[in-house]
């Protein structure tokens, strides 16, 4: 991976994933008709972004260790559930596990002094 691909890709992963969890309880897969509190789990998310934008190395920690639980949900729930909702999951699984590998990238790469 291109010493900048990795953070851009991380950083793109990060926002697509922020949008993918607030849109997924909030009109295109929600628990409940009309949206449910779990649109709130894309705050954590939304609150890295400035400083993950930023490169800022504190950011990449907390991405990494949030990452997983993301990725999680979105395997259990695409199991769990069927059509639409399934899809989405599937959906967040993949750009979770996506940007978790471009945030390893990234920190390899600045670890070797490359990034």
């Known amino acids: 991976m291109a ?3 990795a953070p851009r890709l991380a950083v793109a992963g990060l926002v697509a994933l922020t949008l993918v969890a607030f849109l997924w309880e909030w009109i295109l897969a929600p628990l409940r ?3 449910s509190w779990l649109v709130l789990k894309a705050l954590p998310l939304a609150l890295l972004l400035p400083s993950a934008l930023r490169g800022m190395r504190r950011a990449l920690q907390w991405l990494s260790l949030l990452l997983p639980f993301y990725a999680a949900e979105g395997v259990v729930r695409g199991l769990s559930e069927s059509g639409r909702h399934a899809l989405v999951a599937w959906v967040a699984a993949a750009i979770a596990a996506a940007t978790f590998l471009a945030v390893l ?5 600045a670890r070797d002094g490359n990034g």
């Open 33 to 35: 008709p009309g949206g």
């Open 3 to 5: 010493d900048r691909g």
């Open 105 to 109: 990238a990234w920190v390899r790469a």
